[in-house]
């Protein structure tokens, strides 16, 4: 389909929504890499001379391999708290009170951040903002989901992606600049302010109507759709295909069906949905839980990380100055290729598309590995551009993907939370142990992120199954329906 064509049918109004909600991943992107580039000169080992009387906050905060790791990595502790606390909370109170509670840690990290005097303030800020940032890379994807037109819902998928990297790019883009004297707290600081413009927008934003109609109030939902759609719009046969609902008979009698239905439905949904332990040991979904934890461990240990968020210092030596411009470069080819790739999952496979990335990652770390250690600065260079695309090709956006297409309805929330448990962990590993790793042994830590996608690139060509093209968790898996 030609995308002029669906694209002159989308109101303003829903690509407002889709705006200010993909701000929330624009700031896990941006908090992910924020220590890159302005490193050196937070933990003094650039410093500058002053020219002015003292100032009230440090010029800047020692830290050694071991505390820069601890800083950047607890970031990822308050993700995982907040990716697993977000979803029973939106599944309650709804998706857009979710996100707007996100918005609290987005503004008050940054603030300590920003005016961190020491260590443990900034590890504060960085773990409050990770709150923030775990919660709304959960929340954000099942909103757009629910708002966007059924035929773009993949597309407008993908924006999230593009926004996490939208987010890596401005503060590689801040820091390119502001990496001098005490400039690095205005990068973290901003944050702070992207954190207040998302909370005004959400002001004016709207609850997912098939959140509403899932809970009986159908009248609301139908003219929540309505205005997201136009009222050009008929909104039936997108409302029907949400499956089942009440008649529209008014706000009054959706409240009655809502409080007298609610213990039968919730009896019957205890019945169907499998939990967090339970996904683990099912048959029909413990091999997909296996899948999906090692897929998300993939992502991490690949080593995409390393680079996002801590390129400028590892290639510091090597390419001076051009560090930090290469990361910035990296950090626009990322949006690039994962915008561009984005058809392909559909066209190729999943699985496809997964082992090509791996692959393509594990050869990269042998080519960055060699640059670095023999100092051959185009090899290097090229070697980053080629590991970053080759993320974006398949690690980047398939693993989110599959968490809900190996198992059936009734697993997709406990699966998830499995997923997110793994990825969030790995990319904790990932953050608190590779400057230590990189301190030792130098390039020769690549060494070990291709022997990690050696290893990965086999077992998902063995275990893994395809899902492209497949409607049901059963046929991905190749067994026989069955009825509860």
């Known amino acids: 389909m030609d995308p002029r064509t669906w694209f002159k049918d989308l109101t303003p109004y829903f690509l407002y929504l ?104 900034m590890a504060l800020g960085r773990f409050i903002s990770g709150l923030g940032a775990g919660a709304s890379v959960v929340v954000v994807p099942i909103y757009i989901s629910e708002i966007a037109p059924p035929a773009e819902k993949g597309f ?23 990496s001098h004297d005490s400039m690095w707290r205005i990068i973290l600081g901003v944050g702070g302010l992207i954190g207040i413009l998302q909370a005004a927008g959400l002001v004016f934003g709207e609850e997912s109507p098939k959140w509403m109609a899932d809970r009986g109030q159908v009248t609301k939902a139908k003219r929540i759709l309505r205005h997201i759609r136009g009222n050009a719009f ?130 990269s770390s042998l080519l960055l590995a060699f640059g670095i250690l023999n100092e051959i600065k185009i090899l290097s260079a090229v070697a980053v551009l080629l590991f970053v695309s080759s993320f974006a090709l398949g690690l980047g956006p398939v693993p989110f993907l599959l968490s809900s297409e190996l198992v059936s309805p009734d697993a997709v929330s406990a699966t998830q939370s499995w997923a997110l448990a793994a990825n969030w962990i790995a990319t904790f590993a990932v953050a608190q142990f590779f400057p230590i790793a990189n301190a030792k042994l130098h390039g020769k830590v690549y060494f070990v992120f291709a022997g990690l996608a050696a290893f990965f690139w086999l077992f998902i060509g063995w275990f893994v199954p395809e899902t492209k093209g497949k409607k049901t968790a059963d046929e991905v898996w190749g067994r026989e329906r069955r009825e509860d």
């Open 156 to 178: 407008f998928g993908a924006l999230t992606q593009v926004m996490v990297n939208m987010g890596i790019l401005i503060t590689q883009l801040l820091g390119y600049f502001l």
């Open 18 to 121: 889709i705006l200010v909600s993909t701000i929330g991943p624009l700031l896990f992107g941006f908090h992910l890499a924020e220590l890159n580039a302005p490193e050196s000169v937070i933990t003094c080992e650039k410093r500058s001379i002053r020219t002015s009387a003292e100032p009230s906050l440090p010029q800047c905060i020692e830290m050694n391999s071991v505390q820069i790791g601890l800083v950047s990595s607890i970031f990822t502790l308050g993700g995982l708290i907040g990716a697993l606390g977000v979803g029973p909370l939106s599944a309650r109170y709804g998706r857009l009170p979710s996100m707007r509670y996100t918005t609290i840690p987005f503004t008050i990290g940054p603030i300590f951040e920003a005016a961190a005097p020491n260590i443990g303030t």
């Open 234 to 363: 008929d909104v039936e046969d997108e409302f029907s295909s949400w499956g089942p609902h009440a008649s529209d008979d008014g706000d009054d009698e959706e409240e009655t069906l809502l409080h007298n239905e609610s213990g039968d439905q919730n009896k019957s949904s205890e019945k169907r949905i499998l939990g967090f332990f339970e996904v683990a040991r099912h048959p029909d979904t413990k091999k997909a839980v296996i899948s999906i934890v090692m897929i998300m461990l993939a992502q991490q240990l690949c080593g995409i990380n390393s680079i996002i968020m801590y390129g400028v210092k590892l290639l510091s030596g090597l390419l001076e100055a051009n560090s930090a411009l290469l990361n910035l470069i990296v950090s626009a080819l990322n949006i690039i290729v994962t915008a561009g790739c984005a058809p392909l999952v559909d066209k190729l496979g999943r699985k496809f598309c997964l082992l090509s990335s791996i692959f393509g990652m594990g050869t």
